[in-house]
């Protein structure tokens, strides 16, 4: 069965810090480049961060570059979001996904599917 299960969100205040942690299961990890995503009540999908199989190349959302940090660690299953210096603006729900397309999607527009991989979202409320 796969699973990705994310943790870490809640409430913080500006310019504070989480760390998001999407662990999965049931599917070959390491050969999935992963992505974050988060929307916000009243708005569309937003990708923040996409890493490559291997972790050794990340892209942002202008919004959250020089901010947000993704990384991954392929023996754990793990994929992690670091946020710092988070804003009010960043509040959402925030999900991790494993794209399933073949070939596999441009990492840097992918809008992501209903056929990929997706965890059930973790909320993160940035407020003071």
């Known amino acids: 069965q796969v699973q990705l299960v994310e943790s870490g969100g809640g409430l913080v205040e500006p310019g504070g810090s989480l760390r998001l942690s999407c662990t999965a299961s049931?599917?070959?990890?390491?050969?999935?480049?992963m992505i974050w995503y988060r929307q916000a009540p009243g708005k569309e999908r937003e990708l923040v961060a996409a890493?490559?199989?291997?972790?050794?190349?990340?892209h942002y959302a202008d919004s959250v570059k020089g901010r947000f940090t993704v990384s991954r660690d392929n023996g754990k299953n793990t994929l992690y979001l670091q946020m710092d210096k988070l804003k009010p603006e960043d509040t959402a729900v925030y999900y991790c996904?494993?794209?399933?397309?073949?070939?596999?999607?441009?990492?840097?527009?992918?809008?992501?599917?209903?056929?990929?991989?997706w965890g059930q979202g973790t909320q993160v409320t940035v407020s003071s």
């Open positions: 049931g599917f070959p990890f390491s050969m999935y480049a």
């Open positions: 890493i490559t199989t291997t972790g050794s190349l990340a």
């Open positions: 996904n494993a794209p399933r397309t073949d070939p596999p999607p441009d990492l840097t527009a992918y809008g992501g599917s209903p056929s990929d991989y």
